[in-house]
């Protein structure tokens, strides 16, 4: 159904085949972004924690440079998306305090990982920046890093959002590595 509506968007906006091919794409991707975030926001008000949910989605939708899982279908992607992110709403609720030592610690564990093994790129033309994607992502990571440690000293809860959207981008990136290892061994 996503691809019938992308595919009706597309063909309203251009005759030119390539193009059509381009907005079509464009629209599955804002269309499986859409639904879930819109869950999102909407259990966001219902949870009073608007703020931190949007500081949520907003650092996770960074994942994109870091790399990670992707779903295989656009229905898949909404509905996997959707229970992911509504449970890592539900930690940042109820998840009142991360010491500061076990926060630290996990920063540098997914800081020496990245530097090791770099970032996951799911799209073909993006392989050729690799190298350019990798120091964005350590970028991201290290930044994210200092925020948590520096709202975690000041005792503000936003260092718990930041602190689970990078776990919750962590945890695909690495679903993603282990199918990669798995496919790799099976050929």
């Known amino acids: 159904m996503i691809h019938k509506i992308s595919y009706y968007f597309s063909i309203k906006l251009s005759s030119n085949t390539d193009e059509q091919e381009i907005l079509q794409y464009g629209f599955e991707c804002l269309i499986n972004s859409i639904i879930p975030i819109s869950f999102f926001l909407l259990f966001a008000v219902l949870q009073n924690i608007f703020l931190e949910t949007l500081t949520w989605i907003t650092l ?38 991360v010491h500061l030592f076990i926060e630290v610690l996990i920063c540098s564990i997914i800081t020496i990982y990245h530097i090791i093994f ?35 000293l000041n005792s503000c809860r936003l260092h718990l ?24 061994k099976a050929h």
């Open 118 to 152: 770099g970032t996951i790129l799911n799209d073909k033309d993006l392989v050729i920046n690799y190298k350019k994607y990798k120091l964005l992502s350590l970028v991201i990571i290290l930044i994210e890093s200092i925020f948590i440690i520096v709202f975690n």
């Open 161 to 184: 959002c930041i602190f689970i959207s990078m776990i919750s981008a962590e945890l695909l990136h690495y679903i993603e590595k282990i199918k990669v290892i798995i496919r790799k």
């Open 60 to 97: 996770f939708l960074l994942r994109n440079y870091i790399g990670g899982y992707h779903a295989s279908t656009s229905i898949r992607c909404i509905v996997l998306s959707t229970l992911y992110g509504l449970f890592m709403i539900l930690c940042i609720k109820y998840i009142h305090s």
